[in-house]
């Protein structure tokens, strides 16, 4: 069995995207200058030898720019902070709850997929694949149907008459209305 890397871990968010839920993890060593960015513990990024502590590092996920930042805390302290497109990771998953809603659902033992809504365009992402849908227009919202594994899913979208509350949306597998995770209500 071959031996695991050791890892030292000093910051870590979890995300989700239309691409996908993802793991970031930051690694960094402050005597070697080591710097390792982990996504969904695979390795993405590694700078080895840096003589600076502090400033950012670029890199990608999907069509999404981000940026983990690290800074001075005090005299010996570091700060890590994590900015995806120009905003700061709690600001983009508030934002983005306004956009998005995700369920996690079981379509069978052991056969979970992350469903990811977006609102304003009624497309749909399972496990960050954008997939085809049939949208059917109703009187105050409308229907967006489509499959995974040949089990037929409805989300309905409906107006809840307060301005302020917006669209109601509702996860319907077979007879069964299905809850959003929690960071997306």
């Not at 995207?17 to 710097?35: D, V």
């Not at 149907?145 to 669209?167: A, C, D, E, W, Y």
Request: charge should be negative.
């Amino acid at each position: 069995m071959p031996l695991l890397e050791s890892r030292s871990v000093v910051a870590s968010w979890n995300i989700v995207l239309p691409e996908g839920e993802f793991l970031i993890e930051f690694e960094h060593g402050t005597t070697s200058g080591k710097r390792v960015i982990w996504i969904n513990e695979i390795e993405y990024l590694r700078r080895d030898w840096m003589f600076r502590l502090v400033g950012p590092e670029h890199f990608r996920i999907g069509r999404f720019d981000c940026k983990l930042d690290v800074e001075p805390d005090g005299t010996f302290g570091l700060l890590y902070s994590l900015f995806i497109n120009g905003q700061n990771i709690d600001e983009f998953q508030e934002f983005n709850k306004k956009k998005w809603m995700t369920w996690n659902v079981e379509f069978g033992p052991g056969n979970r997929h992350t469903v990811l809504f977006e609102k304003d365009t009624t497309d749909v992402w399972i496990n960050g694949s954008k997939i085809d849908c049939e949208v059917q227009f109703i009187d105050g919202g409308n229907l967006t149907r489509f499959s995974v594994n040949g089990t037929p899913v409805v989300i309905k979208s409906l107006s809840s008459g307060n301005k302020k509350q917006g669209m109601i949306h509702q996860f319907i597998l077979g007879n069964e209305i299905l809850q959003p995770d929690i960071d997306s209500k």
